[in-house]
Nanobody, 122 residues
Framework: QVQLVERGGGSVQAGDSLRVSCAAS????????MGWFRQAPGKEREFVAA????????AYADSVKGRFTISRDNGKKTMYLQMNSLKPEDTAVYYC???????????????WGQGTQVTVSS
């Protein structure tokens, strides 16, 4: 069982930066690949970024490529999402997930956090 807790959301202006984190309560985090997804009001949850167990392989949605960076610290059992050049369309609840596989679709993820709100004003 993996428990995930996101932190670091907030309200910012367009062009600002924000870093959200995801702390995992699990014996061995290196068993799991992890990812960030987001869900805006009235929309389905969508993929943002994913990272493999080692932190070497990453994947990004086209909409965030070049602006967001995913990383992890297995010693701290924490994953991060650095978000730069934020846009109003980045406004959503951001969720972290953990999976024994690696993927960009929600169905691949077995464990989820409760989400953290990110609001970007123009």
């Amino acid at each position: 069982q993996v428990q995930l807790v996101e932190r670091g959301g907030g309200s910012v202006q367009a062009g600002d930066s924000l870093r959200v984190s995801c702390a995992a309560s699990v014996r061995t985090l290196t068993r799991y690949a992890m990812g960030w997804f987001r869900q805006a009001p009235g929309k389905e949850r969508e993929f943002v970024a994913a990272i493999d167990w080692s932190g070497v392989s990453t994947a990004y949605a086209d909409s965030v490529k070049g602006r967001f960076t995913i990383s992890r610290d297995n010693g701290k059992k924490t994953m991060y999402l650095q978000m730069n050049s934020l846009k109003p369309e980045d406004t959503a609840v951001y969720y972290c997930g953990a999976t024994l596989g690696f993927g960009v679709v929600t169905s691949r993820y077995e464990f989820w956090g409760q989400g953290t709100q990110v609001t970007v004003s123009s």
